[in-house]
């Protein structure tokens, strides 16, 4: 078992730091850790970033070298792991995807042993299931036959995980996250966009065509809970995590119409069409509903938002950041 480290000394690199998660993650670790312990790093040039972003490197994560330069260089003592090519981003080009999804990740696994890194964080996604996976409750154990490169990615870096912490030690933890939902980043090029998307929309006063039919119900999640999930996780104690490849995590999950109806509730003349394109598959061939019992037995995992509360907060939130 590794020692525990004084948290004065804990320095962190966060790689994707300015996609949907990092953006938000960024700022929590910073709340907790203190500001400059924190290292953001993304593959955007520093003068494409906000100021407020820094300490920031530009990193190239395929460029080994530049990541151990910085590991060492910054005595880097745990690692955020969060770059990758999403679901339907990465069906346009699926080799990218899969170069950058699971050799990057090999890449942090191999330096955080060398290094001594005390944990990893890497994030799976329900992506891993597919169209034999068990659709209602899926089980942390359920099948994982993903039909999308992301996907195949994803569960394999799930098993690249587990073998680093069982040859070599390495705490690696992992989250499969649902679709996320967050009023400070973009959509990223995922299926489950269309639930961030839709808000943009509704907030300007425009009408929305969604990309999925209007009932397809699949497994989400308000960014705030994402957020949490993942300090909890990463905060548990060692003996505690019994899942070594990814904990299946959960608390929303709604329609498309579902999500029309409550935004409804608000903005009356909001209007959605439906027009289904190439992510339809995609979704049709996800679960439903997670069962995420392990996470809450093995670290007390519990979601605050459900469908009303994270609404009212992301059109809230989006109408502030609209009239600044």
């Given at each position: 078992m590794p020692s525990k480290i004084d948290m004065n000394n804990t320095k962190i690199l966060v790689i994707g730091a300015c996609g949907q998660i990092g953006t938000e993650l960024l700022v929590a670790l910073r709340k907790r850790?203190?500001?400059?312990?924190?290292?953001?790093t993304d593959i955007h040039y520093r003068e494409n970033v906000?100021?407020?972003i820094a300490p920031y490197y530009k990193l190239d994560v395929l460029n080994t070298d530049a990541l151990e330069a910085l590991i060492v260089d910054l005595e880097i003592t745990q690692i955020y792991h969060l770059a990758a090519v999403l679901s339907a981003k990465g069906e346009s080009n699926p080799t990218l995807a899969w170069d950058l999804n699971m050799?990057?990740?090999?890449?942090?696994?191999?330096?955080?042993?060398?290094?001594k890194i005390s944990k990893v964080f890497?994030?799976?996604s329900i992506a891993v299931f597919g169209p034999d996976s068990v659709k209602e409750n899926c089980p942390q154990q359920g099948v994982t036959e993903p039909s999308t490169v992301y996907g195949i990615s994803k569960a394999a870096g799930e098993q690249w995980c587990k073998y680093y912490f069982e040859k070599y030690g390495l705490d690696v933890r992992s989250l499969r996250y649902p679709g996320l939902i967050s009023y400070t980043g973009a959509p990223g090029g995922g299926t489950t966009d269309y639930a961030v998307d839709i808000f943009h929309h509704a907030i300007k006063g425009e009408s929305y065509t969604c990309f999925l039919n209007e009932q397809t119900a699949l497994p989400m999640m308000f960014m705030q809970d994402a957020i949490n999930a993942t300090l909890q996780l990463m905060d548990a104690p060692y003996k505690g995590i019994k899942v070594r490849t990814a904990y299946n995590l959960s608390a929303l999950s709604f329609t498309p119409e579902e999500l029309e109806k409550e935004i409804k509730s608000l903005i009356p003349e909001f209007s959605v069409s439906y027009a289904p394109d190439f992510r339809q598959a995609i979704a049709?061939?996800?679960?439903?509903s997670i069962d995420d019992s392990a996470a809450r037995r093995d670290w007390g995992w519990k979601p605050s938002y459900n469908l009303k509360a994270m609404v009212r907060e992301m059109l809230e939130n989006l109408w502030v950041l609209q009239a600044e």
């Open positions: 850790n203190g500001h400059d312990n924190v290292i953001a906000s100021p407020e050799n990057s990740l090999l890449s942090v696994l191999d330096l955080s042993v060398k290094h890497w994030p799976s049709d061939s996800w679960p439903a």
